[in-house]
Every structure is written in structure tokens, then in C-alpha cells.
């Protein structure tokens, strides 16, 4: 069963920037469609960006225009780039297959993000 490590997290002031890493233990072309999710203290586990094979994206609304989900096949490696960060974005991320639905044996142990003044 493939495996996920997430990194990059970090604490940051609202209106900064994070790029967020995650890297598989196998191959994520074969996987599919890959997706960055986050959970908030106290909430579900949401979706927030998922990437196809050829690079077709599709956002959260509440971070639609400031994220960015890309993917390097080769490297098997799935990126988020987090812009004009909020505090409401404070969550551990993680990675995992959206295809549509997440790999449940995979989870990593995900990274925390926090922002805050």
C-alpha cells in the first residue's frame, strides 16, 4: 500500500505564504487523481484541492484563487502552494488519492499549519 509523507507546514501571519510537500512511497500516476485535504480542530476532514493525471485541478471554494495543487509524476511528489493565507486555514494537511475517494491504509502522519498574528 502506497504511503504519503507531508511536509512544509509551519506557522505563519495572515496574508503569508506556504508550500506544502507530499511524497509517495509508489507511484502516483497510477494512483490517479491526487487531492491535499485538511482538518481543523474540532471539524471533518475536507477535500480542498484535487489534481488528474494531466493537471487538471478543481479548488474548495474557500480556497479557490489563493491555492495551488501541482504534481510531479515522475517524482511522485504532490505540491500546495497556500497564498494570502487565513487563520481560518489552520488545519493539518495531508495528502491522498481523490479518485474519488482517499487510499483509508494511507494516510500520513500530515503537516500542521497555522496561521496566526
Known amino acids: 500500500q502506497v504511503q504519503f509523507v507531508e511536509s512544509g507546514g509551519g506557522l505563519v501571519q495572515p496574508g503569508g505564504s506556504l508550500r506544502l510537500s507530499c511524497a509517495a512511497s509508489?507511484?502516483?500516476?497510477?494512483?490517479?487523481?491526487m487531492g491535499w485535504y485538511r482538518q481543523a480542530p474540532g471539524k471533518q476532514r475536507e477535500l480542498v484541492a484535487r489534481?488528474?493525471?494531466?493537471?487538471?485541478?478543481i479548488y474548495a471554494d474557500s480556497v479557490k484563487g489563493r491555492f495551488t495543487i501541482s504534481r510531479e509524476n515522475a517524482k511522485n511528489t504532490v505540491y500546495l502552494q497556500m497564498n494570502s493565507l487565513k487563520p481560518e486555514d489552520t488545519a493539518v494537511y495531508y495528502c491522498?488519492?481523490?479518485?474519488?475517494?482517499?487510499?483509508?491504509?494511507?494516510w500520513g502522519q500530515g503537516t500542521q499549519v497555522t496561521v496566526s498574528s
Open positions: 491522498n488519492a481523490a479518485s474519488p475517494f482517499p487510499l483509508p491504509d494511507s
Open positions: 509508489g507511484s502516483i500516476f497510477s494512483i490517479g487523481v
Open positions: 489534481i488528474t493525471r494531466a493537471g487538471s485541478t
